[in-house]
């Protein structure tokens, strides 16, 4: 599977933005999707994940601030970003086709974009 992050950019807290993930070389296994992001100096870390049903789970730091979502296709996947925090800046990864499920970490993850920034500034 081979995924292509856009749309992140620089914006003040408070504010919005929404990234986006181009899906190619779809399998049954890419129906699992989700986003993780790495900020300097730090693990990677989930943000939200849809598994083959298309059930969004969140991380609780990003719960009633970011919505994933995907067509029914899966050959996109989206990321709404709301009221950003200087803390959401990061590296934000798109990820497919886990070797398990439910997944224990990042590495669980066969497929991975080149990433798209995001940087929010207080």
């Known amino acids: 599977v081979h995924l292509a992050e856009s749309g992140g950019g620089s914006v003040q807290a408070g504010g919005s933005l929404t990234l986006s993930c181009a899906v190619s070389?779809?399998?049954?296994?890419?129906?699992?999707l989700g986003w993780f992001r790495q900020a300097p100096g730090k693990q990677r870390e989930e943000v939200a994940t849809?598994?083959?049903?298309?059930?969004?789970s969140y991380a609780d730091s990003v719960k009633g601030r970011f919505t994933i979502s995907s067509d029914n296709s899966r050959t996109t996947l989206n990321l709404q970003m709301n009221d950003l925090k200087p803390e959401d800046t990061a590296m934000y990864y798109c990820?497919?086709?886990?070797?398990?499920?439910?997944?224990?970490?990042?590495?669980?993850?066969?497929?991975w974009g080149q990433g798209t920034q995001v940087t929010v500034s207080s």
């Open positions: 849809l598994d083959d049903e298309g059930r969004p």
């Open positions: 070389g779809y399998n049954e296994r890419s129906r699992f």
């Open positions: 990820t497919a086709d886990p070797w398990r499920w439910p997944f224990e970490r990042d590495t669980d993850w066969r497929d």
